[in-house]
């Protein structure tokens, strides 16, 4: 009878403790988010906007820390190597899960086994964008510039195997044409490299462009979505534009340090899907370039293991290696 009553009494002690944690014991303490990306990044600009919101909901701050470098790594293994605790999250984009562990061999973490999915938060539609001035009007101009003198064009992105190159060896590979690659080092500094007039062309994520559009900097020749965007109605889709089975964009997920507790996961993808309700923030996001999507724990996980795979293939089939 006594180890029944132990038993029993340890049950209960295990549902208070669940329960005082569903009623607020977490988070206690301010929490970081780290992004692996440069400021003024789409996903750095999602994710002030986003982080906002939840510090609000939750009554504590969400620091943002942008560790730069090698295309994301750096910053990916802070977090795996951050504990466990709900306190140290992530901001990613799909280029640092799904891509850059295909392209440099000494990756210090594992994608799939390293981190876990909180929530995919919403995809980063993206864009062709050259300097407002440039001679380059439609996506025909920029193909058959290309073709005409191949490898002389030059287009930039935020490094081997970024979004931006991988976007651009897609639509490379589609319209048959060939430029030269320029990495910088982010996705901004990419961006401001076409206003300056270093570089022709980038495909860029809207939330990078946006203010480089909106001045006056740089000018849009298409979106790279299946539909025109409705901040962007005059500007065509690249579909519209010849190349009928081009689409592309990236995602901006939310992941843990592995082996973070479930009820931490639950009540983080929680506080992701009520900040997105929020129609200010839904204004924002979507201003940015940003279809939103809140998904759970699990289908973030799906996603992350079917894009893994089919960037997996691409990078192999593409050859693209770290420089």
């Known amino acids: 009878m006594?180890?029944?009553?132990?038993?029993?009494?340890?049950a209960m002690a295990l549902s208070l403790s669940s329960n005082a944690?569903?009623?607020g014991t977490y988070p206690s303490k301010p929490i970081k988010m780290i992004i692996p990306l440069a400021a003024g990044s789409a996903v750095d600009n999602a994710a002030r906007v986003l982080t906002q919101k939840m510090a609000e909901n939750m009554g504590q701050p969400i620091?943002?820390?942008?560790?730069t470098g090698s295309a994301g790594l750096m910053g990916a293994d802070r977090l795996a190597k951050s504990p466990p605790d709900g306190y140290t999250i992530g901001g990613f984009n799909d280029s640092v899960l799904t891509m850059v562990p295909h392209i440099y061999p000494k990756v210090p973490w594992n994608a799939l086994r390293d981190f876990d999915p909180l929530s995919l938060v919403g995809t980063i539609e993206w864009g062709i964008v050259v300097k407002n001035d440039s001679p380059l009007k439609t996506v025909a101009d920029l193909i058959a510039a290309a073709k005409a003198n191949p490898g002389k064009l030059n287009f930039s992105s935020g490094g081997n195997?970024?979004?931006?190159?991988?976007?651009m060896a897609l639509l490379m590979n589609s319209a048959g044409?060939?430029?030269t690659h320029v990495p910088y080092k982010g996705a901004t500094p990419a961006a401001v490299g076409v206003a300056a007039g270093e570089v022709d062309v980038a495909m860029q994520g809207l939330g990078t462009v946006t203010s480089l559009i909106q001045g006056g900097r740089l000018r849009l020749l298409a979106v790279s979505t299946q539909q025109r965007l409705s901040q962007y109605p005059n500007v065509p889709t690249v579909h519209e534009s010849g190349l009928r089975d081009y689409y592309f964009n990236s995602w901006f997920?939310?992941?843990?340090?592995?082996?973070?507790?479930?009820?931490v996961v639950t009540r983080l993808n929680s506080e992701v899907r009520k900040a997105l309700?929020?129609?200010?923030v839904q204004e924002k996001l979507t201003g940015f370039g940003v279809t939103l999507r809140g998904t759970s724990a699990d289908e973030m996980a799906r996603a992350l293991r079917e894009q893994y795979?089919?960037?997996?293939?691409?990078?192999?089939?593409?050859?693209?290696?770290e420089q």
């Open 2 to 10: 006594k180890k029944v009553f132990l038993g029993v009494s340890f």
């Open 309 to 321: 795979a089919k960037y997996g293939k691409l990078i192999a089939e593409k050859n693209i290696k």
């Open 63 to 67: 620091h943002i820390e942008n560790i």
């Open 277 to 280: 309700a929020d129609p200010v």
């Open 253 to 263: 997920a939310m992941v843990a340090p592995s082996q973070t507790s479930r009820e």
């Open 21 to 23: 944690f569903a009623q």
């Open 161 to 167: 195997g970024s979004p931006q190159h991988i976007g």
């Open 177 to 179: 044409i060939d430029m």
